[in-house]
């Protein structure tokens, strides 16, 4: 059963840097393409950045984060990352990994196309 699991969640400074972690044992039939998603209290969960599993130098960015943080892959260790710098307060929140069938490049931060999801990491950012 395919199972993923972050680390690397923790508080700190406006303008400090933070590496998600999140290890995949195992990949659903068809699965295509990886994720991180967050979600913060009051509000829904979004996708932060995705890329096909296959093909990761063209990641999709959401807007509040492009040029902040990087998606990487090592696929050797089965591992993903999200390298998070120049942390603002408002990107505190749950951090999610996810992995998914997803077609069209345009729908990487699509949530609902994501059907494998680790449990979180909190992220907090203040001073």
């Known amino acids: 059963q395919a199972q993923l699991v972050e680390s690397g969640g923790d508080s700190v400074e406006p303008g400090g840097s933070l590496r998600l972690s999140c290890v995949a044992s195992?990949?659903?039939?068809?699965?295509?393409?990886m994720g991180w998603f967050r979600r913060a209290i009051g509000k829904e969960r979004e996708g932060v950045a995705a890329?096909?599993?296959?093909?990761?130098?063209?990641?999709r960015y959401a807007d509040s984060v492009r040029g902040r943080f990087t998606i990487s892959r090592d696929a050797a260790k089965n591992m993903y990352y999200l390298q998070m710098d120049s942390l603002k307060p408002e990107d505190t929140a749950m951090y999610y990994c996810?992995?998914?069938?997803?077609?069209?490049?345009?729908?990487?931060?699509?949530?609902?196309?994501?059907?494998?999801w680790g449990q979180g990491t909190q992220v907090t950012v203040s001073s």
């Open positions: 996810a992995t998914g069938r997803v077609g069209d490049w345009w729908y990487l931060l699509q949530t609902a196309l994501y059907n494998t």
């Open positions: 890329f096909y599993i296959g093909e990761t130098d063209r990641p």
């Open positions: 195992g990949h659903p039939p068809n699965t295509n393409a």
